[in-house]
């Protein structure tokens, strides 16, 4: 499938489902009833499956559309996301909260946390910075931020911190690597002996992997690369092994364009943690935030 559905024709699906006609659909969307079922038509053409059961007394979701408009729903949560997110980075000095996020947990895990504080508090605009975990312990210790999220295994000195989540290292190959193909499991000095494509020097992911390898013999680094999608790339291009958060790589895995590696000997498990400025008392929504990220 080389073209991806539009947002307006999902949303358009979904409603049908939750409005019961195409009709309303239609109206919801300000639409002409025509309009909005050639819209459809084109998306069952792209999709290759029918969505519509077409009748004179009008058109409801057949049973695949009723699992496609499910899905469908899933898509616009995380474009509202993904929306919340950038808007929040996008805010900068205006906005009344300023936090700050590591890569990870930026890209996977605060644009749910910030649609969930939007939800209650609808009036809040929310700045995020997003850089590595270094960084973020940076800001917060200068007091540019109120509230850091980082995923290190240590907290620096002057912050107080929570484990807001919890998060495991994968190694991850090509499908055409020799490793995507091996019967036995990979052990830490294979691993530790290899050039792998990894995170630069201060981010969590990094901080992690080194404090993994220690007395080991390690290789030195094939690439050191700022960013998880830079490091997905290198390694679906063949350039070398990966080592990278599973929630980074969960899509490609899934999707078969990376093969994790099993793993013998190693723990890469890791806290997620909030952090803010020892001996100050979050309040308002800072606070809310950190009880939602806290929230199992």
Known sequence: M??????????????VGGLG???????????AQPSASKRIAR???????????????????????????????????AAHELMRAVEAVR?????????????????????????????????????????NSADVAVRVLGE???????????????????VVATDRLVVVVAPGHPWARRRTVLRMAELAGTPLVVREPGSGTRETLDLAFAGQR?????????SN????????????????????????????RLVEVPLAGLNLVRN???????????TGPAATLLAIASRP
């Open 229 to 256: 999608a830079a490091v997905k790339g290198a390694a679906q291009a063949g350039a070398a092994p990966a080592v990278l958060s599973g929630h980074a790589v969960e899509a490609e895995v899934a999707t078969g």
């Open 218 to 226: 390690v290789a030195s680094p094939r690439l050191e690369l700022g």
């Open 2 to 15: 080389s073209e991806l559905p539009d947002l307006e024709s999902l949303r358009l699906l979904v409603d």
């Open 21 to 31: 006609s195409l009709g309303q659909a239609a109206r919801a969307a300000g639409i």
């Open 43 to 77: 998306l069952e053409r792209r999709l290759g499956v029918p969505l519509l059961e077409r009748t004179p007394r009008g058109s409801t979701l057949t049973a695949e559309g009723r699992m496609v408009a499910g899905w469908a729903a899933q898509v616009l949560d």
């Open 91 to 131: 805010q900068g000095e205006a906005a009344q909260l300023h936090v700050a996020a590591s890569m990870t947990v930026a890209e996977y895990l605060v644009p749910r946390w910030l649609g969930e504080l939007q939800s209650r508090e609808p009036d809040i605009q929310v700045g995020l910075d997003v850089m």
């Open 144 to 162: 540019k931020v109120e509230l850091g999220f980082v995923e290190g295994p240590s907290v620096p000195d002057g912050l107080a911190s929570r």
């Open 272 to 282: 997620l943690r909030a952090v803010w400025r020892r001996g100050r008392s979050l």
